[in-house]
Every structure is written in structure tokens, then in C-alpha cells.
């Protein structure tokens, strides 16, 4: 047979932490390198700038009045350096006062011409190739000219571009180096972080199958909130196994010996010829049904509370509608005598919070024990307030209980010294309903016969 999985297969928490982190590397490493880009063509702008704007003042100082006109010399130096990347091309332009060409190549048009003689640098187009411009005014002040000349040098972007794309690159690589230092320490951070649960896991996994011990690991203090979970629920657990198992145990028990004696019986009623003796045999067999049967339903009733005591939330309901309905489940229509039987609650009702169908079995047994071994000829069952508790008394006119047995009577499979003798459950159910209830039983004899109390807190939830 194939053993169906535990878990759905899935990627582990490792990876999903490491994929996650990974993810935000990447994010932040294309932030970075848009970042740098931008980064790298401004530098290189910067870069050239100032060697174009070096050229144009150069020029301009050469610019000069000679036979009423405006001259000007350019010299090598002041382009060499704008030519040393091979690729680039210069182009340059004077213009003398009044905007008349002085040298260079007619068409180029100075950024900004006319809004001022600062030196400026923008972006710009000749000859329909993008070009970086630099712009530099001089005042000509000879008696023949007089007047503003504005010298204009212009660069192509080969040179600038290829070294923004060589510092872009450098930035890249830094860039992809770093995440690449920052994804292994992270992946040896997760794997860190991740150990106790794997000490947990060994942990779980080297048990035996019936160890329930709580977990004692080393955790920190995120993970110590999944241990004390572990162990509350092994806790749970352990108490839910030994209850089976003390139940199992009785139930093999205490079921052993009736039916023992009905087998015997009924081997006897075989052989039996003599019909009275064989009514007589008939009638213990029968007694001897009765008993093993009241023992099984009470073993089940008790297995019953036991697992609603932890498993079911309590809910707001009539403690007097619970009694009502127990009485009248718990007293048989034949008894085979007179039983006057009454009941007395509040008009109101008695509301208490607990599990209907519990406390239904704990009332139905207290009735049930006052029914088959206390009551002669009268029983009330009567529900009250009495301070901050609410109480359902079962009143008989028998004997009742000897003080002695008071105490132990509530013990399980325990019978009391008077009277006929029961399973030995009734009154343990009863018992273990009001504590799962943060209630009591008790016992005393009153103006009207013995009283067995049942108490639990009275009130609604807040």
C-alpha cells in the first residue's frame, strides 16, 4: 500500500526566502545601474564640458579688431584636446558684433543665442548629428569695433558616450559584484537562521513513535513560539492517548466479568429441562443483559464527556430545560412500584454556560442513580440559584449515601457500601462534567430526603 504524503511537495523555505531576497537584490541592482547610467552621462558631460567651454574661451581670446573688422585666430591647442578621442568631430564658429560671421562654419547656431554672454552649454543638432555646444561672449571694445562677439564651439557625442558607457560599465560590474557578495551572505544568513527548525526536525524525527515528551531545543524566540505550540499540542495529545487508553483498559475490565456471568448463565439455561428452574434462569440471565448493557452505555457516556470536555465550546443555554429534558429521559415509564416524581425551577430559567449534551449526561446519571438505588417513592429534582451558582438537585427519600463514602464515591468503578450496587460510573460522569464545567457535586441530607447537588457558575457570557 502507498502511503499518501504528509505535505504537498513545494519549494522549500529556504528557497522561497533566498528566491524572495534574490528578487529584491535584482530590483535594487536595476535601480542602481538606471541610477548610474544617468550618473555616468552626466560625468562624462561634465567632463567634456568643461574642455569645450575652455576651447571656446581660448578662441575668443584670440578674437580681435583689425581694418575695421573683427579677426580671429584659432589656435591648435584649443581643439586638441576635444580631438584626442579620434571619433569625436569639432566644429567652431565666431561671430562678431551684430551676429556677423567671423570664422568657422557658417550654420552653427549658438544655444541661447541672444538671451545672454554667459558661457552656456547645451545640447543641439548640425549638420543632423547630435552635437554638445558650449558658447562664450567677449565685449570688443576698439573705436573701429565695438560690440559683443560670441564664439561657439561644438562637439559630437561619440567621445562622451563611450566614456559615459566605460564608467556605466565599471558601475555594472561594482554593481553586479556587491549583490552577487550580498545574495551568498544572505543565503548563508537564511540557511543560519533556519537551523533550529532543522534541529526540530531531527528532534521530532529521531523519536520513538510513542515518546510525547515535550520538545527541549534550543530556539530563539520567534521559533520558541512554534516549540510551545509543538508541545502544547503533545501535551493534548498525551492526555487524549492516556484517556483512551485508561478507558480501553477499563472497558476491557469492568466488561469482562458480566459477561463472563451471562455466558455462564446462558450455558446453564441450555442444559436447564426443569422449566421453573429455567425461568429462573431466564430471569438472571436477563438481569445479568440488563447490567452489561447499563455498564456499556456508561463506559460510552463517560468516553463521551471526556472528549466534549475538550473538543466543544460551551454556548449560553437553560440549565432548567437541560433538567427537565433529563428527568424525563432518565426515569423509565415502568419502574415496578409507585415513584412520585416532581421538579421545581425558576419560571425564568437558569441560565449557565456549558455543553448541553454533558450536562445532559451528568443530570441524566444523578436521576438515574436516585432512580435504580435511592429512591423508594419520592424524587424531586429542583434547579436554583444560590449565590453565584446554579444547582440542580436530585432529592430522594432513600438512605442515601454514608458520609463516609462521600469522597470517593465520585472515583470511578468506586461503589458505595449501601443499597444495590451500580457500575460504579454514574456519579464519577456527573463529577467530571462539573469540573470540565468549573463546577462541584456534593452531598447532604435535607428536611426532604438526600440531596445530591449539581453546581456549576451561574450567568450568560459577559
Same mark, same amino acid.
Given at each position: 500500500?502507498?502511503?499518501? &504524503? ?41 567632463a ?15 578674437v ?21 578621442s ?8 565666431v561671430e562678431?558684433?551684430?551676429?556677423? !560671421? ?15 554672454h ?5 545640447d543641439?543638432? !548640425? ?8 558658447t562664450?561672449a567677449r ?8 560690440g ?13 558616450d563611450g ?14 559584484v ?22 526540530i ?16 531545543v ?12 509543538? *508541545?502544547? !499540542?503533545? +501535551?493534548?495529545?498525551?492526555?487524549r ?11 476491557a475490565?469492568?466488561?469482562?466479568? &458480566? ?34 448493557g447499563r455498564?456499556? *452505555? ?46 421545581? +425551577? ?6 449557565v ?15 438515574? *442513580?436516585?432512580?435504580?438505588?435511592g ?8 434547579v436554583?440559584?444560590a449565590?453565584t ?6 432529592v ?28 460504579g460510573?454514574?456519579? +464519577? ?11 462541584r457535586?456534593? !452531598? ?19
Amino acid at each position: 500500500m502507498t502511503e499518501a &504524503p504528509l505535505t504537498r511537495p513545494g519549494p522549500t523555505l529556504y528557497w522561497r526566502l533566498t528566491g524572495l531576497i534574490a528578487l529584491v537584490l535584482a530590483a535594487s541592482g536595476v535601480i542602481l545601474a538606471l541610477g548610474a547610467r544617468d550618473y555616468a552621462r552626466t560625468a562624462a558631460d561634465d567632463a567634456y564640458d568643461r574642455l569645450l567651454l575652455s576651447a571656446a574661451r581660448q578662441i575668443s581670446e584670440t578674437v580681435r579688431a583689425e581694418a575695421g573688422t573683427a579677426t580671429a585666430d584659432v589656435p591648435p591647442s584649443a581643439l586638441e584636446t576635444l580631438s584626442l578621442s579620434g571619433t569625436a568631430r569639432i566644429y567652431y564658429k565666431v561671430e562678431g558684433p551684430n551676429g556677423a !560671421f567671423v570664422t568657422g562654419y557658417e550654420g552653427l547656431e549658438a544655444p541661447g543665442a541672444g538671451t545672454g554672454h554667459e558661457p552656456q552649454v547645451a545640447d543641439g543638432w !548640425f549638420r543632423g548629428v547630435p552635437v554638445r555646444m558650449a558658447t562664450q561672449a567677449r565685449f570688443l571694445s576698439d573705436p573701429d569695433v565695438r560690440g559683443w562677439v560670441v564664439t561657439t564651439v561644438a562637439q559630437t557625442r561619440e567621445a562622451r558616450d563611450g566614456l559615459a558607457a566605460e564608467l556605466l560599465k565599471q558601475a555594472l560590474i561594482l554593481i553586479a559584484v556587491m549583490s552577487a557578495a550580498a545574495l551568498a551572505g544572505v543565503m548563508l544568513a537564511v540557511r543560519w537562521a533556519l537551523a533550529p527548525l532543522a534541529r526540530i526536525e531531527a528532534a521530532l524525527a529521531g523519536r520513538e513513535p510513542n515518546d510525547l515528551a515535550p520538545l527541549d531545543v534550543v530556539a530563539p524566540a520567534e521559533i520558541g513560539a512554534l516549540v510551545a505550540t509543538i *508541545n502544547r !499540542f503533545m +501535551a493534548r495529545f498525551s492526555g487524549r492517548l492516556a484517556a483512551m487508553e485508561t478507558m480501553i483498559a477499563d472497558a476491557a475490565h469492568q466488561i469482562r466479568t &458480566p459477561l463472563t456471568g451471562l455466558i455462564a448463565q446462558l450455558e446453564l439455561l441450555a442444559g436447564e429441562t426443569r422449566p421453573e428452574r429455567r425461568e429462573a434462569q431466564v430471569g438472571r440471565a436477563r438481569e445479568r443483559a440488563g447490567e452489561l448493557g447499563r455498564l456499556t *452505555n456508561q463506559l460510552l457516556s463517560r468516553a463521551m464527556v471526556m472528549h466534549r470536555a475538550e473538543a466543544v465550546r460551551f454556548e449560553s443555554l437553560d440549565l432548567a430545560v437541560v433538567a427537565r429534558q433529563a428527568l424525563a429521559e432518565a426515569v423509565p415509564a415502568s419502574l415496578g412500584r409507585d415513584l412520585a416524581v416532581a421538579f421545581d +425551577a425558576p419560571a425564568a430559567g437558569l441560565m449557565v454556560q456549558g455543553d448541553r449534551l454533558s450536562l445532559a449526561e451528568a443530570l441524566k446519571n444523578l436521576i438515574g *442513580n436516585a432512580v435504580h438505588h435511592g429512591a423508594p417513592t419520592r424524587l424531586t429534582v429542583r434547579v436554583r440559584r444560590a449565590e453565584t451558582e446554579a444547582l440542580v438537585e436530585v432529592v430522594d427519600d432513600g438512605p442515601g449515601i454514608p458520609a463516609a463514602d462521600w469522597e470517593r464515591v465520585t472515583e470511578r468503578f468506586t461503589r458505595g457500601t449501601g443499597g444495590r450496587r451500580g457500575s460504579g460510573l454514574g456519579l +464519577a460522569i456527573a463529577a467530571e462534567v462539573a469540573r470540565s464545567h468549573g463546577g462541584r457535586i456534593g !452531598f447532604g441530607h435535607g428536611p426532604d430526603g438526600f440531596v445530591v447537588s449539581f453546581a456549576v457558575p451561574a450567568g450568560e457570557r459577559p
